[in-house]
């Protein structure tokens, strides 16, 4: 049954991280105006209750990950850090001027790239002038991700005395061949050192990021990859499905279709991945997500708090998310914006004083109705439609898209909502799609997204 569902799904899907995607974007109800007006507002009305969240793009690594997706600035010239930092701090400035009172930060993530590629030293200039004009609410959360080979002790001691507390490691395989292939070398006492570095350090939460459907994974593989991150056991771990989209990543060109898992395999390697994390005590949350017992992500969604933004899932909600440096994108609720995604571009901006947003998108009424019952799905597996607030002729459309996935047993819908299966939450993507009002008016001629298995 599993096989047959995985193989009628296994389509190209948005990851939902939010709505509109960002290939529906509309530049037409979009201004650098209206953006900093929808950030006024945004920090009017939820600052005070709520707190900001900021999210800090660090692009730069020593060596190229050919499965990567993200944004990144290949060098080994450390050089390029301090003028990046100053650039970051006078985005923030730019924005800070945009606020009308000291903003609240709620939760700061520092992604890339390599965040432990800049030294301890100029991350803590960095998060020293982020906070010198703001303060930090009692539940904040500070958190940073790391490769495990040059994460250092003075890393992990500099950020935890600024109040970091959650740290990620990206280990992706232990399996050596996979590592080759895809220039991700680290060793299992490499993780192992950073994990109890970390641990001794007060770190309360450490997460590993996983992916299933790498380049010559094999069953066996992964099973040796999941017993060493058992004897680790971190405290939350994401096991995604690796994204193969050559067209937009070049770096993935180093092999082929060939020599990736068949979808048939790939379904295995998650659904082993899978049983033997929740064999070894983790619980599944939301998508693609396992915690233990004790991690604030479990608290989250057993408590209905679970959140989901553009940095993943979270404990910690706050309507305004501020996202600096080259290509990060913001969120103001009503609108979104992305920042240019060459370094250089960005400095030459920042350094003219402007923020350097290049694209972004105003939420319509159906945008919004829709966003929150796909934000609903994605993080509490459910929604409803009591009031007239979360109704839209959009949404009835899409739930008639949705009887297959219901016959299906994904889903089960009455009058008023929808709750996912146990077995539709390995669908979780594509349940929220057949609510994409934007996909189904405008469907892609050429492949935009990755497959959903």
């Known amino acids: 049954m599993k096989s047959k569902l995985s193989d009628k799904y296994n389509v190209a899907v948005p990851r939902y991280t939010s709505y509109p995607t960002v290939p529906y974007w509309e530049a037409d109800s979009f201004s650098n105006d209206r953006w900093r007006e929808a950030v006024r507002t945004s920090f009017r009305e939820s600052n005070a209750a709520e707190g900001i969240s900021l999210y800090i793009h660090l692009p730069f690594c020593e060596s190229l990950c050919t499965y990567c997706g993200c944004n990144t600035r290949i060098t080994r010239n450390h050089k390029v850090e301090a003028p990046y930092i100053a650039a970051v701090l006078k985005e923030w400035a730019l924005y800070l001027k945009c606020f009308d009172g000291k903003p609240v930060i709620r939760e700061l993530h520092l992604g890339g ?3 432990t590629f800049f030294s ?4 803590e200039i960095l998060i020293n002038g982020l906070l010198k004009h ?5 539940r904040a959360e500070f958190s940073f991700e790391a490769h495990p080979g040059n994460t250092t002790k003075a890393h992990l001691d ?9 740290l990620s490691l990206g280990i992706q395989d232990f399996d050596p061949k996979v590592q080759l292939m895809i220039n991700r070398i680290q060793s299992y006492q490499d993780v192992e050192r950073a994990t109890e570095e970390a641990r001794s350090a007060g770190y ?4 590993y990021d996983l992916i299933y459907g790498l380049p010559f994974q094999s069953l066996e593989g992964l099973v040796d990859t999941m017993d ?11 096991f995604y499905s690796y994204a193969h989209v050559p067209w937009v990543r070049p770096g993935q060109r ?10 048939d395999l790939k379904g295995k390697l998650y659904e082993t991945g899978r049983e033997m994390l929740k064999a070894g005590g983790y619980t599944e949350i939301g998508m693609d997500h396992f915690t233990l017992q004790t991690d604030s992500l479990f608290t989250a969604e057993k408590d209905g708090r679970l959140h989901r933004n553009f940095m993943g899932y979270t404990d910690q909600y706050s309507r305004l998310m501020i996202g600096l440096g080259v290509s990060a994108i913001s969120d103001t609720w009503t609108g979104f914006a992305q920042n240019v995604k060459k370094v250089e571009d960005y400095l030459e901006l920042v350094n003219n004083g402007e923020i350097p947003v290049f694209k972004g998108h105003i939420l319509s009424a159906e945008d919004l109705v829709l966003r929150q019952h796909i934000l609903n799905i994605m993080c509490k597996g459910t929604t409803s439609w009591f009031s007239a607030e979360l109704q839209h002729v959009s949404l009835w459309e899409g739930l008639q898209r949705m009887q297959e996935l219901e016959a299906d047993g994904l889903v089960e819908i009455t009058d008023q909502s929808l709750r996912v299966t146990i077995l539709g939450k390995r669908f979780l993507r594509n349940i929220c799609m057949t609510l994409d009002a934007r996909l189904w008016r405008n469907q892609p001629a050429t492949q ?3 497959m959903a298995v």
């Open 113 to 115: 790239g390599t965040p």
């Open 120 to 123: 301890p030293e100029h991350l």
């Open 134 to 138: 703001a303060s930090v609410h009692e």
């Open 158 to 166: 500099t950020l935890y005395r600024l109040g970091f507390k959650r």
């Open 204 to 207: 309360r939460s450490v997460n």
């Open 228 to 238: 060493s991150v058992l004897k680790l056991r971190p405290d939350r771990i994401a």
């Open 254 to 263: 180093r092999y082929t279709e060939q020599d990736l898992p068949s979808a």
């Open 448 to 450: 935009l997204f990755s």
